[in-house]
């Protein structure tokens, strides 16, 4: 199993800044890629960045050019940085893990961190 705390959310105005951080403790030799995932009252979660553990990064269309995920595998540490933020950014921001173990992918989930975009 794998651990993952979240941290770095908060509030923000609009066209600020945040850096989330999600630190990944356990089983990381087995962790296969990392993701960002977001959900806002009323919708369902949906996935933000993703990266593979060869780097090989993904992005939905929402934050291309403002959102970077990032990773320091000396820290066993993913990123989030946020640019240029929106209103509509304003949800519970998820660390996600995936891992494979044999032919087997198990899925590990942090406990989510608010960012709040609003003036």
């Known amino acids: 199993q794998v651990q993952l705390v979240e941290s770095g959310g908060g509030l923000v105005q609009p066209g600020g800044s945040l850096r989330l951080s999600c630190a990944a403790s356990g089983s990381i030799s087995s962790i296969i890629d990392m993701a960002w995932y977001r959900q806002a009252p009323g919708n369902q979660r949906e996935l933000v960045a993703l990266?593979?553990?060869?780097?090989?990064?993904t992005y939905a269309d929402a934050v291309k050019g403002r959102f970077t995920i990032s990773r320091d595998n000396a820290k066993n540490t993913m990123y989030l940085q946020m640019s240029s933020l929106k209103p509509e950014d304003t949800a519970v921001y998820y660390c996600?893990?995936?891992?494979?173990?044999?032919?087997?992918?198990?899925?590990?989930w942090g406990q989510g961190t608010q960012v709040t975009v609003s003036s």
């Open positions: 996600r893990a995936r891992r494979l173990i044999g032919t087997t992918v198990s899925v590990d």
């Open positions: 990266i593979t553990r060869s780097g090989t990064t």
